[in-house]
């Protein structure tokens, strides 16, 4: 038969596994402590008539045990689902514990509510975005950093040896025997058929530019040429006045005319046929030569 008083003084003044002494009090370990302090009234095994609750699972059931089911620990206790709305939690705990001593279920109410505040806060902070501190052992983020610094060394002694060998292949240090990884090779080779696309694309994306350029200059620059070509030079030896007395005396001995067009071509035609081409624009010039003295006399027709 069981006896709770001897039970609680074997417990309390001999050995408890649950049992936890610290400077501020005692206390219980026992998942069915209703109030977690090691006393008489608080304690799951010294007390054959006990209530507790419990959570599974984010939901709250209601343990009852009795001297009843003593001799069954398989069935020592009785489960009760508790309603997540607060009050009907409430009705039920006064419905299953309607017999059972008032500071129990005082003690039962208080659990409940601090529970269900819990679940409260449980729920706000999951909500909120917080950092979460991770913890590394120093050993193993040593030998990554050692590991790191042998791959990039690594890393960067192929790409030095590519690059060599890249460059001697394309020298023709080795001719035509050598014996280079297939891999790499068709890689590279990759590279440059893409560059070459790429630059392809380029010219044919870029459209003509349209310039505009003034038209005839060199005709023109010949034309004012032509024209300055007929007239007298400083050095001819002769004046205005000398060709208006030269004029009045005209010799029919040799007269020679040469007539000068802005095309640059030079015809030799009579007094006549010039007066009747009034089509074009040109410059006559005629030259008369007398006892081996020059004259020239210049007439503009336009």
């Given at each position: 038969?069981?006896?709770?008083?001897?039970?609680?003084?074997?417990?309390?003044?001999?050995?408890?596994?649950?049992?936890?002494?610290?400077?501020?009090?005692?206390?219980?370990?026992?998942?069915?402590?209703?109030?977690?302090?090691?006393?008489r009234?608080s304690?799951?095994?010294?007390?054959s008539?006990?209530?507790t609750?419990r959570?599974?699972?984010?939901?709250?059931?209601?343990?009852?045990?009795?001297?009843?089911?003593?001799?069954?620990?398989?069935?020592?206790?009785?489960?009760?689902?508790?309603?997540?709305?607060?009050?009907?939690?409430?009705?039920?705990?006064?419905?299953h514990?309607?017999?059972?001593?008032?500071?129990?279920?005082?003690?039962?109410?208080?659990?409940?509510?601090k529970?269900?505040?819990m679940?409260i806060?449980?729920?706000?902070?999951?909500?909120?975005?917080?950092?979460k501190?991770?913890?590394?052992?120093?050993r193993?983020?040593?030998?990554?950093?050692?590991r790191?610094?042998?791959?990039?060394k690594?890393?960067?002694?192929?790409?030095?040896?590519?690059?060599?060998?890249?460059?001697?292949?394309?020298?023709?240090?080795y001719?035509?025997?050598?014996?280079?990884?297939?891999l790499?090779?068709?890689?590279?080779?990759?590279?440059?058929?893409?560059?070459?696309?790429?630059?392809?694309?380029?010219?044919?994306?870029?459209e003509?530019?349209i310039?505009?350029?003034?038209?005839?200059?060199?005709?023109?620059e010949?034309e004012?040429m032509e024209?300055f070509?007929?007239?007298?030079?400083?050095?001819?030896?002769?004046?205005?006045?000398?060709?208006?007395?030269d004029?009045?005396?005209?010799?029919?001995?040799?007269?020679e005319?040469?007539?000068?067009?802005k095309?640059?071509?030079?015809?030799s035609?009579?007094?006549?046929?010039?007066?009747?081409?009034?089509?074009?624009k040109?410059?006559?010039?005629?030259?008369?030569?007398?006892?081996?003295?020059?004259?020239?006399?210049?007439?503009a027709?336009?």
């Open positions: 038969m069981q006896h709770d008083e001897v039970i609680w003084q074997v417990i309390r003044h001999k050995h408890c596994s649950y049992m936890a002494k610290i400077e501020t009090g005692i206390f219980c370990r026992n998942p069915y402590n209703v109030t977690g302090i090691c006393n009234s304690c799951p095994l010294a007390n008539r006990y209530a609750i959570e599974h699972e984010n939901v709250f059931y209601l343990y009852m045990k009795t001297i009843e089911r003593a001799h069954m620990p398989k069935n020592l206790w009785e489960r009760v689902k508790l309603p997540r709305n607060y009050e009907k939690a409430l009705e039920t705990i006064d419905k514990l309607l017999y059972w001593p008032k500071l129990l279920q005082h003690k039962i109410k208080q659990r409940l509510t529970m269900t505040q679940r806060r449980m729920r706000k902070l999951a909500l909120k975005t917080r950092e501190i991770m913890t590394t052992p120093r193993d983020n040593k030998r990554e950093l050692r790191e610094e042998k791959a990039i690594a890393a960067v002694l192929e790409k030095a040896i590519e690059t060599e060998l890249l460059e001697r292949l394309k020298k023709g240090i001719g035509d025997i050598y014996n280079y990884p297939e790499e090779w068709n890689k590279v080779l990759d590279e440059e058929k893409q560059v070459g696309e790429n630059v392809e694309e380029e010219e044919e994306e870029e003509p530019e310039e505009y350029v003034e038209g005839y200059e060199e005709l023109e010949e004012d024209d070509s007929g007239f007298p030079s400083k050095g001819s030896g002769y004046d205005d006045d000398e060709h208006e007395s004029d009045e005396e005209e010799d029919d001995d040799v007269e005319q040469v007539v000068i067009h095309k640059g071509k030079r015809d035609r009579k007094p006549d046929d010039v007066g009747k081409s009034k089509k074009k040109r410059v006559v010039v005629e030259v008369e030569q007398e006892d081996g003295d020059v004259r020239q006399t210049l007439r027709a336009r």
